[in-house]
T-cell receptor
């Protein structure tokens, strides 16, 4: 089954404790991206990757890092999380027809 | 800067009615427009994708239209069912190589049995 997976689905952590949210897709897509969703603000792009070792900033990259060492994986790294990064995070990949496929989301709470 | 608006923010209709959800965007230079459905705890599901050269797309009881000149898209749902209750999001694809989607805030749809 074609899918995008994210882990963990839920995470509660404390300010400053480094964390990584993993994302993996099994569709051999070149393009992957990370979004955060906040009430009233819709989804906003954090980072995207056009291919292995090619990443770039989206609209809200501050406080986040990404890496793309393999085509299927695109982890999101929060080096020093802060409460304003409490949000719902989605990973997505894009197919040749430009249709985007989303993971189930990771709900992060930073206290 | 592209802005995407969805009005109303919430809509409640009786089961069986046909309904239309609206999406407007400020810049007509778009690559495509995509409608998604979001269910609590289940992420986002792509419903319909309309390329910039197309006027509409249909899938089952769903029909999405695109009018770039007026900056509008509509999602028509025929014969609504309680299972259609969800938040519906539209997203506009940028024209540059980024493929970034610019999102509306969504319309929360409730279908009353």
């Amino acid at each position: 089954e074609a899918q995008v997976t994210q882990n963990p689905r839920y995470l509660i952590t404390v300010t400053g404790k480094k964390l990584t949210v993993t994302c993996s897709q099994n569709m051999n897509h070149e393009y992957m991206s990370w979004y955060r969703q906040d009430p009233g603000l819709g989804l906003r792009q954090i980072y995207y990757s056009m291919n292995v070792e090619v990443t770039d900033k989206g609209d809200v990259p501050e406080g986040y890092k990404v890496s793309r060492k393999e085509k299927r994986n695109f982890p999101l790294i929060l080096e020093s999380p802060s409460p304003n990064q409490t949000s719902l995070y989605f990973c997505a990949s894009k197919g040749l027809a430009h249709e985007q496929y989303f993971g189930p989301g990771t709900r992060l709470t930073v206290t | 800067k592209q802005e995407v608006t969805q009005i109303p923010a919430a809509l409640s209709v009786p089961e069986g009615e046909n309904l239309v959800l609206n999406c407007s965007f400020t810049d007509s230079a778009i690559y495509n427009l995509q409608w998604f459905r979001q269910d609590p705890g289940k992420g986002l599901t792509s419903l319909l994708l309309i390329q910039s050269s197309q006027r509409e797309q249909t899938s089952g009881r769903l029909n999405a239209s695109l009018d770039k000149s007026s900056g509008r898209s509509t999602l028509y749902i025929a014969a609504s069912q309680p299972g259609d209750s969800a938040t519906y999001l539209c997203a506009v694809g940028r024209m540059d190589s980024n493929y970034q989607l610019i999102w509306g805030a969504g319309t929360k749809l409730i279908i009353k049995p």
